[in-house]
Structure formats: C-alpha cells, structure tokens
C-alpha cells in the first residue's frame, strides 16, 4: 500500500503466526510518505547450536503463552515508537515447528532518518528476546533440549 | 482468606516436567508467590531443580517477589525465555 499523508499516527503490526511469515507483505506495510528508513531484522532457524556446539539441528519447536506474548510483543514496539520515534514498528513470531532456514521472527521499523530506524529495529528484537515469553527447543536426529539463552 | 480455585500454566521444559499444560488448584488466597511455589513443587517435585530459573506471571503480568495471587487470577510458570 502507497501512503501519501504525512505525519500519520504510529502504527504497529505485532503478533504470532503458525503460517509461514510473509516477510515482503511486513516489509510492504512499513512504508510510510513520513518516513525515509525501514530497518528489518529476520531471525532464521539455524543448523548450529549455540550451547551444543557440534550437534546438528534438525528442526525448531517454538511455543509461546499467547496471548502474554503479543501484549509484550505490542509493549515493546510502543516502547519504540516512544524511545525512537518509530512511525511503524512490526514484530512477528512464528511458532510450531520450523524447518531450517525458515523465519522464526521478522522486526520492521520505519523512522524518518535511518540512525533511528537501526537503533529501533535493534532495541525491539533485544527486547523481544528478554521479555517475550516464547520457548525454542532444537531437535536433533539423538534427542532435543529446551534453549536456555542466559549466559 | 477463604480457599479458592487458581488457573496455572505451564510451558516448555517446566510443561514437559508437569506433564500438562494447565491445572486448577485449591489454595488459601491471598498466596505470596514463594508459598504458591512450595504448594507448586509438593505436587510436581520435578519443578525443584528448575525453580531458580523460572519467572512467574500473574494475569500476563511478570511477578516480582512478594506479589501476590489472589482469587481468579492465572498464574503462568515462566522458564527462561527463548524468542527469535
């Protein structure tokens, strides 16, 4: 969609899906006349494991406590909007079971310059990984473990 | 404080410990969030050994210690959270 007014109110575009993300119909949604950055950030299913170095992932099985994540997802990018002042912030989660190589997460912000939009885009997905209460397990072909990401 | 009935859920390793995804339980209410783990733990002793790293929600609120469960409310056991 072609935004032609300025200075539209901030909008946000957060949920859960089970459905593959549509990551150009996010990206799409972003463009706003009063804004001349978008700044995306996808978090991708990956073979390797950060605590099990050596084992491959075979898949991931995400879930999450519904409907405290989108009211976390929906604080986070009021956050943004408020911090950074972001015109358009999109957080989406994917959750079930993921292949390698598919979107676990696509963040999207749209500022007027593009300092804001990188630092908007970042401050989300950090936040989305603190807060957000959704669970990662990685499969492998000998078993599976719950990811743990604290240091 | 009278007994009463309170909505707890439970997701991915502390889930898989308990063996469901949710139980109602009979507690005297107002609880304190440490009390209301010790009843959690006398049923499901698997929660021991991951308690320290679990975080607590009441009504989709992350729980600080102190806070309290009161009658209706949803608890919801929190392991260390894992996104993106």
Redesign the interface.
Known sequence: MTRTATNLAPETNCGLTVDPIDVDAALRRAYRADCGAVASFLGVARRTSSSHPGRSVTRLEYEAYAPMAVRELETIAQEAIARYGAAHVAAVHRIGVLELGEAAVVVVVATPHRAEAFDACRYVIEQLKLRVPIWKKEVFDDGSEWVDPRP | MSTSAIRI?Y???A?ERVGSESEVIDVATPIDIDSLWSHLIDRHPSLQTIRS?CRL?ID?Q?AETGDCVNTGSEV?I???????
């Open positions: 859920l997701f991915g390793p889930r790293s929600a989709m992350y919801a929190l392991p260390p959270v894992a996104g993106g």
